[in-house]
């Protein structure tokens, strides 16, 4: 049998637990709107338990999700990109174009993307949940990090928690490009959070 055809076992817990945290929503809220239990919903996020199909599309509506999203099983090649085959992408009317890497599957947890920065555009501060880390495969960029600013240049990496004050910069009047990779779900097709939109610097 080839290696194409093996599919992996759905892992329902995690992608639901990790669904839940996208939408907020506490424990006792997903139980309150799916009709089943605290103890069990506990055992099934934790795979000590199996929900029927009935049990799992009232989660899955609780949820605002089909069925599918949970019970698909994914090939391993479907996590696979090459180069040159990878569409760019943007956010609304923004030239900063993005790579996707990651594959989005259920239960996965890690987001990754080639960022393209044009020269003289700045991000708002943020802070979020989670861990990034940035690595410059191409130009400079300013990081700055709870107020410390940091110059950066290909072959530079950090690593740092979504909590602490971050925002970075591209103070060049050359492309940029860096690999960002995070345990922050951005840029879902389901709608949760975002990248910081980039925006022309005022006075560039």
């Known amino acids: 049998m080839s290696s194409e055809n093996l599919t992996s076992k759905p892992n329902i817990g995690p992608a639901i637990r990790k669904r839940r945290k996208q939408l907020k929503l506490t424990l006792q809220a997903l139980c309150d709107k799916s009709g089943v239990s605290v103890g069990y919903l506990s055992q099934v996020e934790r795979d000590n338990a199996t929900p029927s ?77 989670g861990e990034e880390i940035i690595f410059v495969l191409e ?3 300013q990081q700055t990090l709870d107020g410390q600013s940091f110059r950066m240049t290909s072959g530079d990496s950090l690593h740092y928690s979504g909590n ?26 389901k709608g949760t959070i975002e990248l910081p939109e980039l925006s022309h610097k005022q006075n560039a």
């Not at 960022?115 to 991000?123: R, T």
């Open 139 to 141: 130009g400079e960029i």
């Open 53 to 129: 199909l009935g049990t799992l599309a009232q989660i899955s509506a609780a949820l605002d999700v089909g069925l599918d999203y949970f019970i698909s099983a994914s090939k391993p090649s479907d996590g696979l990109t090459r180069t040159g085959t990878r569409p760019l992408f943007a956010l609304d009317d923004s030239s900063l174009r993005y790579e996707a890497l990651g594959a989005d599957f259920p239960g996965s947890e890690m987001s990754s993307y080639i960022l393209h920065i044009p020269a003289g555009y700045v991000s708002e501060t943020v802070s979020h949940e």
């Open 164 to 189: 602490t004050p971050h925002a970075w910069s591209n103070p060049t009047d050359q492309t940029a490009r860096i690999l960002w990779t995070g345990t922050l779900t951005v840029l879902n097709r």
